[in-house]
């Protein structure tokens, strides 16, 4: 199985947090499964950390790198064939970070994991089932 962590899931594994499921959990750590966390991710806790709305014990530019690869999780880069998907893709929010990592995982044919409604809502892509 190919997973891509939504932001909130990430920052949930890495912080050990009770809202994550133990399917999950499970999932990501089982030896067989290919886990990536999207540049986009990192950008956005950047983002929200200069905001004030989210904390870490460093810069969130060391310490997101130094969790992901802790935890062999695949960096994925964003690039212009991401890109190209926007175009077919439903206006069902507005958020530029949940709808690169929709297109990435079209792109890559990954697993989205997430307990966003919105990207949840999304037709056509690949979800993980927490039930």
């Known amino acids: 199985m190919k997973l ?4 909130h899931i990430f920052l949930w594994f890495i912080s050990e947090n009770e809202r994550l499921s133990d399917d999950v959990y499970n ?3 089982h030896p067989e ?3 990536f966390l999207s540049v986009a991710s990192i950008w956005e806790c950047v983002i929200k ?13 060391i ?7 802790q935890h062999l999780i695949n960096s994925l880069v964003i690039d212009e ?7 077919n893709l439903p206006l069902l929010h507005k958020d530029p970070f949940d709808r690169l990592l ?7 044919d990954l697993v989205i994991v997430t307990e966003d409604q919105a990207i949840l809502s999304y037709p056509n892509i690949k979800v993980f089932n927490f039930n």
């Open 4 to 7: 891509l962590l939504d932001t």
């Open 27 to 29: 999932a990501i750590k």
């Open 33 to 35: 499964t290919d886990v």
């Open 49 to 61: 950390y200069k905001l004030g709305k989210l904390n870490f014990p460093e810069l969130p530019e």
């Open 63 to 69: 310490y997101l790198p130094k969790k992901r690869k």
């Open 81 to 87: 064939g991401s890109i190209s998907y926007l175009t």
């Open 102 to 108: 929709i297109c990435q995982s079209l792109q890559h």
